[in-house]
Each structure stands twice: as structure tokens, then as C-alpha cells.
């Protein structure tokens, strides 16, 4: 069982950065690939990015690509989406989730944590 609780979200200016943490609880925390996504009002969820287990394969949706960073510390149980460059498109509730590597779905989810930013 892994439990992710994400925070690091909040009210931004266009153009702004912002850092996203999830702790993540569970012995296989180290094992699982670990994705950002996110949900805009009235849109559908969609990927962000991921990271392997090792941290040394990581990919990005093309519109955040060069902006955000994903990155992990397994000593601490965390992973980080690091945000520059920040949109007004980029506002949304963000996820974070895990999977083994094996599996093509998500398994664990977060509660989110919401991004506004502003123009």
C-alpha cells in the first residue's frame, strides 16, 4: 500500500515558479514509477510527468517540457515537480500518483493540490 499526500500548491503570477512535493508512505515507494498529472475546470485529467524508480528516466507532456522538472529523493519518500515559467493554462488541481513498473495504470493517487496561475 503507498499513500501520497501532495502539497506546494498555491496562487502564482504568470511567469512565477512554483515547487510541488509528494510524500509518499509505503516500503515499495522506491520501486514504483512515480507521474504527475493534472485537472483543469472542465477538462479531462492528463499527464504531466514521470520518473522512474532510479530516477534516471524521467518524461514530460510537450507543453511543459523546458518549464518543469521532475525529481525524486528516495531517502526521503519524496518526489518534487519543480514549475518555471509558470502559465495561465498551467492552472489546474495537480496529482500525484504511483505505479509499479509493470503496470500501465496508476495504482496510488493523491488528493491533489491546487495551482492558480494569474495573468
Known amino acids: 500500500q503507498v499513500q501520497l499526500v501532495e502539497s506546494g500548491g498555491g496562487l502564482v503570477q504568470a511567469g512565477g515558479s512554483l515547487r510541488l512535493s509528494c510524500a509518499a508512505s509505503g516500503r515499495t515507494f522506491r520501486t514504483y514509477v512515480m507521474g504527475w498529472f493534472r485537472q483543469a475546470p472542465g477538462k479531462e485529467r492528463e499527464f504531466v510527468a514521470d520518473?522512474?524508480?532510479?530516477?534516471?528516466?524521467?518524461s514530460y507532456a510537450d507543453s511543459v517540457k523546458g518549464r518543469f522538472t521532475i525529481s525524486k529523493d528516495n531517502a526521503k519518500n519524496t518526489v518534487y515537480l519543480q514549475m518555471n515559467s509558470l502559465k495561465p493554462e498551467d492552472t489546474a488541481v495537480y496529482y500525484c500518483a504511483a505505479k509499479p513498473p509493470d503496470r500501465y495504470e496508476y495504482d496510488y493517487w493523491g488528493q491533489g493540490t491546487q495551482v492558480t496561475v494569474s495573468s
Open positions: 520518473i522512474s524508480w532510479s530516477g534516471g528516466r524521467t
